[in-house]
């Protein structure tokens, strides 16, 4: 497995925004690909975007498509989340994820079919 840990959240205004990173360490030669979900107070675990092990293939919620963009770069073995446009509806704690694997058609998938998972890093938008 690999470990993940995240890195970039924080209060924003409405309208700004926030790049957030995901750091992998351990096995990571390994191929996976990286989702990331978010979880506002009160709320299930919700998937934000995805992406294939070599970057080829991203997946977003409908929610965020043309406001976040996930990349990539597997030499520093990190992966980004790049967040524009930020709404008071995306305050949230954001955790990236990793499922062993190359070749996923949909990575928009239960939470619980991911394997390791960050500690979260906190977005908080003000309107």
């Known amino acids: 497995q690999v470990q993940l840990v995240e890195s970039g959240g924080g209060l924003v205004q409405a309208g700004g925004s926030l790049r957030l990173s995901c750091a992998a360490s351990g096995r990571t030669k390994s191929r996976y690909a990286i989702a990331w979900f978010r979880q506002a107070p009160g709320k299930e675990r919700e998937f934000v975007a995805g992406?294939?092990?070599?970057?080829?293939?991203?997946y977003y919620a409908d929610s965020v498509k043309g406001r976040i963009t996930i990349s990539r770069d597997n030499a520093k073995n990190t992966i980004y989340l790049q967040m524009n446009s930020l709404k008071p509806a995306d305050t949230a704690a954001y955790y990236c994820?990793?499922?062993?694997?190359?070749?996923?058609?949909?990575?928009?998938?239960?939470?619980?079919?991911?394997?390791?998972w960050g500690q979260g890093t906190q977005v908080t938008v003000s309107s």
């Open positions: 994820a990793a499922l062993p694997g190359s070749d996923y058609q949909n990575l928009n998938i239960p939470p619980s079919s991911y394997g390791s």
């Open positions: 992406i294939s092990w070599s970057g080829g293939r991203t």
